[in-house]
């Protein structure tokens, strides 16, 4: 299995597919702050050196991979900080092979609206807004939840490349 965290932040979800994959997968690590992939890099040490992780700088609208070279990928609160959601959305499928899965973690757009962070850079989005551009990059939205009881309420999408 070769999954993707994109914009993997402090690493958390890293971990959590390492774990996953077993030894014999491969996780991608894509990031944009150097100073995350430096963490990474000193957090995941044995990882890092076995290819087992793999960590590069990138973007969600230009993802350092091969074009289908995914099983699945996970983006969590990432697309606040992109410009044209349609581009990011048509990068996530471009990478995706027929069949692969992307999770996209939003916040709550009204909760996320409430605080004193977001008009700092943050582009709030309706989650309808997020599923149709994830429609029209040729992504299929086939689980959709609202996690209500987090401090910030998120909604997970995961969708499918036909």
Not at 60 to 81: K, R
Request: aromatic share 4%; glycine share 12%.
């Amino acid at each position: 299995m070769w999954p993707a965290d994109i914009g993997f932040g402090a690493g958390v979800g890293l971990g959590l597919l390492l774990q996953r994959v077993g030894e014999s997968g491969v996780v991608h690590g894509i990031e944009i702050a150097d100073d995350m992939l430096a963490r990474a890099r000193s957090g995941y040490p044995r990882e890092v050196a076995s290819a087992r992780l793999r960590l590069e700088r990138g973007s969600l609208i230009a993802l350092p991979l091969e074009d289908g070279s995914l099983d699945a990928a996970i983006t969590v609160n990432t697309i606040y900080f992109v410009g044209d959601l349609d581009a990011a959305c048509a990068e996530l499928a471009r990478v995706l092979r027929p069949g692969g899965r992307a999770v996209v973690g939003i916040g709550d757009p009204q909760a996320m609206a409430r605080l004193p962070f977001t008009p700092y850079g943050f582009t709030l989005r309706p989650v309808d807004q997020v599923r149709a551009a994830l429609k029209k990059a040729g992504l299929e939205v086939v689980t959709e939840r609202r996690l209500a009881d987090l401090a910030i309420p998120h909604n997970p999408l995961v969708a499918q490349r036909r």
